[in-house]
């Protein structure tokens, strides 16, 4: 883990580890901490819920959620979060994230990232990554 000063912020490339479970203490629905990488910011209809929590955090910082399942799009909308589908129907459901890097996105970043938050761009070179 990189340690640094930056602060998230609009636009900056995050990547941030994240752990759920059955219990605040027991992270029990991922095997292990996952890598999930986003640009902040780039949804048209700006910050989603979790992107506010991040917001002004440090490489090290750590978040704990309890999330209700159903409450799920509500909490990460657009962020294709790489947790067991299952944490949608549950009750409730707890989170630690890690903030792992904070790197500026340059702009072939968050083109890329604004064309997935609307599907698979096709491959036709909408998104410059191919």
Request: net charge negative; glycine share 12%.
């Amino acid at each position: 883990m990189y340690q640094s000063n930056t602060k998230i912020e609009g636009l900056k490339k995050v990547t941030v580890l994240l752990e759920a479970g059955t219990h605040q203490k027991k992270m029990d629905l991922t095997p292990e901490p996952v890598s999930f990488e986003l640009v902040v910011g780039v949804g048209v209809e700006g910050y989603t819920a979790f992107e506010y929590e991040l917001l002004e955090k440090k490489v090290g910082d750590i978040l704990h959620f309890e999330i209700q399942g159903w409450r799920f799009d509500e909490m990460f909308g657009r962020l294709a979060v790489p947790l067991p589908e299952k944490v949608r129907s549950m009750d409730s459901f707890f989170m630690k994230v890690t903030v792992y890097s904070i790197n500026d996105a340059d702009q072939k970043e968050i083109i890329h990232a604004m064309a997935g938050r609307v599907g698979d761009c096709g491959g036709g070179g909408c998104c410059g990554n191919h």
